[in-house]
């Protein structure tokens, strides 16, 4: 075995063989454990195990090393397939065709993903290819991420947990049979009426790189931090959650038209390695602080639904609910995920 | 073994050697994977145009097109773009025993096309860094009437330095713009895997052309 074929070390233990076979070998290993929900359509991409028929297909999808993003959200009342990249790189406009293939049943697609650039352009490259084939393509993009660009540039934004909440109310949409124009008007507004805002305590290795994504001190935390290390808006000495918890509320408050009044959706994400004791906490905390600021949350969620593989940290969410969002998120779901 | 298939491998396994260096540059402002991405490209190079046999230089191309534009990301879908380019302007070339000429022409290509998909331009700290200043030589060197090797010769020189000069830049796309000053004094990943390439390239059309001799 010489230098070019000797598997590459990494610095942080993982449960990994080859680092290079990583994400095909937890595909596969996902794939059969969900069996009953998923299949692979092509070896990156996982699809429903029974294709919907004439509905409006959803197809999601980006870098692998979120899990159980975003694989985890293929099924009855959400996505139709999910197109897997490299870890932290967006899918080929190849892999990214195969999916909008997969989930059309001749009523159109909807692509929902994270703002970032290789997403746009791969996914965007698939969609041109798509269109080619006669597929209606539309794209929404999500950019709940507060801490990454201002008000006044929200398109800039990145998309972090709140795409679960994006999902959910498209896939609820395009399980009733709405038209291409209805689910993508309703994933619009998912997207609009949806904050969120995170923290980190420490950083992930993507396997066999041989460095963290990004350096914090063992002392340090950094708010606003991206779920792929970008740099967030503050980092500073650890704190206590429910500190922690008024400035994440606070940020996402002051971004909405009004701070008060309104019933959220509450979710608490974990990015991989923070124990739910942790995040339960910060539940407490961030719904103490948005009730204190005159608000209702009706929803929620607590867990892990993107995550970067073993960072540690998670995000705040809340969207902006009414009758309409409401019944999509309390709509039936069966996916490796979510099922309700 | 054509010319321009001992280069590529070439350039495969120095891109494959460079994979801890090129980690830890891009762990300065990115997540550290430039890397194992970089190596996965080479690897899925090698894998197709072994699967394709003996095949003309342009299919080869080809295979190294969609090689590269496998893994996905930022910097697939760049070298995709420039190599199809790159294919599309020599694809009247019979035979590949490129002119100065021709190798100005696919590289002018190349640049106009990943300028325009990646909305860059020189001086934003990206591969075009590299790219435009190699470009540029091989102008030079069709001006002064250079033959084909001192010509790749000089254009592997400017990329490397074109890549050096962007570690004086801070980025203005991509994931490292996010970081703004803190990008500022070390190079770009992208630009300096390029050079990688074009050094490699270089080396091999020289021993191929010796070997000739």
Request: aromatic share 4%; with cysteine; proline share 4%.
């Amino acid at each position: 075995m010489n230098q070019l074929t000797a598997a590459p070390k990494g610095i942080l233990k993982k449960i990994i063989n080859d680092p290079f076979d990583a994400v095909d070998e937890m595909l596969e290993g996902f794939v059969a454990a969900h069996a009953d929900v998923v299949r692979f359509a092509t070896p990156r991409v996982i699809a429903r195990r029974e294709p919907a028929v004439d509905k409006v297909g959803i197809v999601i999808g980006g870098g692998s090393g979120h899990e159980p993003a975003m694989a985890g959200y293929v099924g009855l009342g959400f996505a139709d397939a999910a197109a897997a990249g490299n870890i932290f790189a967006a899918p080929p406009p190849d892999i990214c065709l195969d999916a909008m293939k997969a989930a059309s049943s001749g009523k159109g697609v909807l692509l929902i993903y994270g703002n970032y650039s290789g997403d746009i352009l791969n996914f965007g490259l698939g969609a041109e290819l798509a269109a080619a084939e006669g597929i209606e393509v539309r794209t929404v993009l999500v950019t709940d991420d507060v801490a990454s660009a201002p008000r006044a540039e929200i398109e800039k934004r990145r998309g972090i947990a709140g795409d679960i909440h994006v999902f959910k109310c498209a896939g609820a949409m395009a399980e009733r049979g709405a038209s291409l124009d209805e689910v993508e008007r309703i994933a619009r507004k998912a997207n609009a009426a949806t904050r969120s805002m995170g923290v980190a305590l420490s950083a992930c290795e993507v396997p066999g790189s041989g460095r963290l994504t990004f350096d914090l001190p063992a002392d340090q935390i950094e708010i606003g931090l991206g779920i792929h290390g970008e740099p967030g808006v503050r980092r500073g000495p650890i704190m206590p959650a429910d500190e922690i918890a008024a400035i994440l509320v606070d940020s996402i408050l002051k971004d909405l038209e009004t701070p008060s009044g309104h019933e959220f959706a509450l979710m608490i994400n974990g990015l991989g390695a923070t124990s739910y004791l942790d995040q339960y906490i910060l539940y407490r905390a961030a719904r103490k602080e948005l009730e204190k600021a005159g608000n209702t949350v009706s929803r929620s969620l607590v867990g892990e639904f993107i995550t970067s593989q073993e960072m540690s940290g998670a995000s705040v969410t809340v969207t902006i609910l009414d009758d309409e969002l409401r019944g999509l998120l309390d709509a039936p779901a069966r996916t490796p995920r979510v099922v309700q | 073994m054509s010319t321009f298939k001992a280069c590529v491998l070439a350039a495969a396994d120095a891109v494959e050697a460079a994979r801890e260096d090129l980690g830890a540059l891009d762990g300065v402002a990115g997540d550290g994977d430039h890397g194992i991405t970089m190596t996965i490209g080479a690897r899925n190079v090698r894998q197709r145009i072994a699967a394709a046999g003996d095949v003309s230089d342009l299919d080869l191309l080809r295979q190294v097109a969609l090689g590269m534009g496998a893994v996905g990301g930022a910097i697939g879908p760049i070298y995709a773009t420039g190599l199809l380019r790159i294919g599309a302007a020599l694809k009247d070339r019979e035979t590949w025993s490129l002119t100065t000429a021709d190798l100005r022409a696919a590289a002018e290509a190349a640049e106009t096309s990943i300028s325009t998909l990646g909305k860059a331009s020189p001086g934003d700290k990206t591969i075009l860094d590299a790219l435009h200043p190699l470009v540029e030589a091989l102008r030079a060197a069709e001006a002064r009437g250079d033959d084909a090797d001192v010509a790749v010769q000089a254009a592997a020189v400017a990329a490397r330095q074109g890549a050096e000069s962007t570690a004086t830049m801070t980025a203005a796309i991509g994931r490292a713009s996010r970081l703004g000053e803190r990008s500022r004094g070390f190079a770009d990943p992208g630009a300096t895997s390029f050079a990688i390439v074009v050094e490699a390239l270089a080396r091999a059309y020289r021993s191929q052309k010796t070997g000739l001799e």
